[in-house]
Nanobody, 123 residues
Framework: VQLQASGGGLVQAGGSLRLSCAAS????????MGWFRQAPGKEREFVAS????????IYADSVRGRFTISRDNAKNILYLQMNSLKPEDAAVYYC?????????????????WGQGTQVTVSS
């Protein structure tokens, strides 16, 4: 497994979760990384992305100010800290390894996808 996401679960609205994604060095090193999510009946959507060195991040408007993407290049782990969760944040969250060093929104710029971790938010 080249990307392994974890940390999902059930949380009440207003609560927090931290997702982690362990990656192989080959995928992680020198590449931008991202998080996407897919709710039932909806298309996969961009959540957040980070450059290869963590120097720059971009977020979907719906999560900006509540979610924080970060990475530990020594451990090859990608994180997504999710605060002030809302019921509409419920989805399967996927980490993705990019083929560019930059942070990008487009799924087409990601070559590798993890298996997903379920986030459920109760109201």
């Amino acid at each position: 497994v080249q990307l392994q996401a974890s940390g999902g679960g059930l949380v009440q609205a207003g609560g927090s979760l931290r997702l982690s994604c362990a990656a192989s060095k080959r995928i992680f090193s020198n590449n931008g990384m991202g998080w996407f999510r897919q709710a039932p009946g909806k298309e996969r959507e961009f959540v957040a992305s980070i450059t290869w060195n963590g120097g720059s991040t971009i977020y979907a408007d719906s999560v900006r100010g509540r979610f924080t993407i970060s990475r530990d290049n020594a451990k090859n782990i990608l994180y997504l800290q999710m605060n002030s969760l809302k019921p509409e944040d419920a989805a399967v969250y996927y980490c993705a390894g990019g083929r560019l060093a930059t942070a990008t929104r487009s799924p087409g710029t990601y070559n590798y996808w993890g298996q997903g971790t379920q986030v459920t938010v109760s109201s």
